[in-house]
């Protein structure tokens, strides 16, 4: 009896951690990045942090594709204690963008004037990267570091691994009283 007990509850279990995490969504999603500037050398060498949000309804993950404002593009960085968003980008409504490549990001193309610029080649101003540029005069562009994506957790993957954990950590916390007692 009890092992039939501990069998169901490992499959009510099992069921719940699969179904969060490999849960596909239907419609489309907000999708979250943090990112992180590695500025090395320069005036401020030091790591800055941000973040980007998109609605990923219109990606098709085949070829180069962008997403910019129009598609719920918002970004937060954080650089010299000044908060930026994207409206602080030069030519907001065009810009910021995100790049992907076959669904993965390649990265933003983000410029704020006289401050910084974050990019791949800047010949190439529609196809974002990991580069970090500082501005100087709104003229001199000088490379000083690299930026580092990563895609943030969805709540209900992390959510159904958490309930999957406790979910096994009581069945095992009930299998040792079980010892104890019989």
Known sequence: ??????????????T????????KPVQAALVNYGFTVNATFGNNPGQYFGSFQYDDSTLT????????????????????????????DTDFDSFPIAS???????????????????GGDLNTPDVGGNKFYVIDQSVNTTEVGTVSYAKVPE??????????GVMGLWM???????????
């Open 1 to 14: 009896m009890k092992l039939v007990k501990n069998l169901g509850i490992a499959t009510i279990a099992a």
């Open 16 to 23: 719940i951690s699969v179904a969060a995490i490999g849960a």
């Open 61 to 88: 993950n085949t070829g180069l594709e962008t997403l910019g404002v129009e598609n719920g593009l918002a970004v937060a960085f954080n650089y010299l204690g000044t908060n930026y968003t994207e409206v602080d």
């Open 100 to 118: 992907f490549n076959n669904g993965e990001v390649l990265g933003l193309s983000y410029f704020v004037a006289d401050q910084f610029a974050i």
């Open 155 to 164: 709540p209900l993957a992390v959510g159904g691994t958490a309930i999957a």
């Open 172 to 182: 095992q916390r009930k299998k040792r009283t079980t010892k104890l007692v019989g």
